[in-house]
């Protein structure tokens, strides 16, 4: 099992007061509170200083640094508006770009696609970084792998599909961006794409994080906004069918019996689940702490699985996901990939997870900021 939590772009700048600024140090230690020592690291997506200015650097690591995991930062057009990456490196972000660091046993990559461009959402990896990740995809062993960048491939000036294919061929099970403003979930058949909403430039829900887990080849997502409370869950086991990419697996698309595992942030004096508002058991602990039942002669098509945790002062919280069982096997025919990494393949609304569908952000149907 691999955690993670993302953050959004935080577009800090003292326009707006440093309102997203102080929004950012409420999300970090809400993140302090609940997540220290159960996820194992953190994301902070690109766009982080609104106008690459000095002071927003400084005043953004010095929230950063509260934070009790590991942060990774990636930059954004917004950092590059000086034309540079200097001041970027220097205050906030020194690790160099591309990265690759296995965590746990999950290769996990991370990008810089502003500084090969022009400026603005002049999106591109260039030739050297191109190519570093085409030899880092194909050394090696299979394995798990996560990339974190600051946009979908579909956002890229030039190489979208050779990138989107190459992620889709060498075992990348999730890419993890900002960039939109809005949260929104891809599927493109081979590779989860997941965006969490911005800090700053508000424009649809309230401020949150997203939490996401690899449990074994499930990808699992939920955003956490800072009106909510703990405990929080996450089911990692199985998938929802809406982020299934291989329907031969039998922790996507389980068979006949459904193994539920599920994280569960902050404290809970008891943890159920419930299958279809029909059968319900208890979950326990295994020795890695995450929750486990198990659901036997589970009839073929599609079901509802909600998992709860209520904490010592009696609140609750509720995740929910829709599992496929499948007992046949037959391999279906794939159809030729069409439009890799590109938001056609969004999942559109799905608000129990923080994704009301609107996709308000400048990118789509927003403001222009």
Request: net charge negative.
């Amino acid at each position: 099992m691999l955690r993670w939590l993302q953050f959004g772009d935080l577009h800090v700048c003292e326009g707006d007061g440093w309102e997203s600024l102080d929004r950012f140090r409420r999300l970090v230690d809400e993140a302090n509170k609940g997540l220290a020592g159960r996820v194992d690291f953190a994301v902070l997506p690109g766009d982080n200083a609104n106008h690459a200015q000095p002071e927003e650097f400084r005043r953004i690591a010095e929230v950063a640094d509260r934070l009790r995991l590991p942060l990774h930062i990636l930059p954004g057009d917004h950092d590059f508006e000086a034309g540079h990456l200097d001041t970027f490196r220097a205050l906030l972000a020194p690790a160099p770009l591309p990265r690759a660091e296995t965590i746990g046993e999950t290769q996990c990559l991370f990008l810089d696609i502003v500084s090969a461009g022009s400026g603005g959402p002049d999106f591109r990896l260039g030739a050297a970084q191109t190519a570093w990740l085409h030899r880092t995809l194909q050394q090696g062993e299979a394995q798990r792998r996560l990339v974190f960048m600051h946009a979908f491939p579909g956002d890229l000036r030039e190489g979208c599909e050779e990138i989107a294919a190459l992620f889709a061929r060498s075992g990348v099970a999730y890419v993890g961006t900002g960039h939109t403003h809005y949260n929104d979930l891809l599927n493109d058949g081979h590779v989860v794409y997941g965006a969490t909403r911005s800090t700053g430039e508000i424009e649809e829900g309230a401020p949150g994080f997203s939490v996401s887990a690899l449990d074994g080849d499930v990808v699992s997502w939920r955003f956490k906004t800072l009106e909510s409370g703990w405990p929080f869950v996450l089911v990692t086991s199985p998938s929802d069918w809406r982020l299934a990419t291989d329907y031969q697996s039998r922790t996507q698309v389980p068979d006949a019996a459904i193994t539920v595992r599920a994280e569960v942030f902050g404290a809970a004096s008891s943890v159920t689940a419930r299958l279809d508002e029909a059968r319900e058991t208890a979950l326990t602990q295994d020795g890695d702490g995450v929750w486990c039942a198990r659901f036997e002669d589970v009839a073929d098509g599609l079901h509802t699985l909600a998992v709860t945790a209520t904490g010592p002062d009696g609140q609750s919280d509720t995740d929910r996901i829709e599992v496929l069982v499948r007992k046949a096997r037959e391999r279906p025919k794939r159809a030729p990939s069409l439009a890799l990494g590109r938001d056609v393949h969004s999942v559109r609304a799905w608000p129990h997870k923080g994704i009301p569908g609107g996709r308000l952000g400048p990118n789509a149907n927003g403001r222009k900021w």
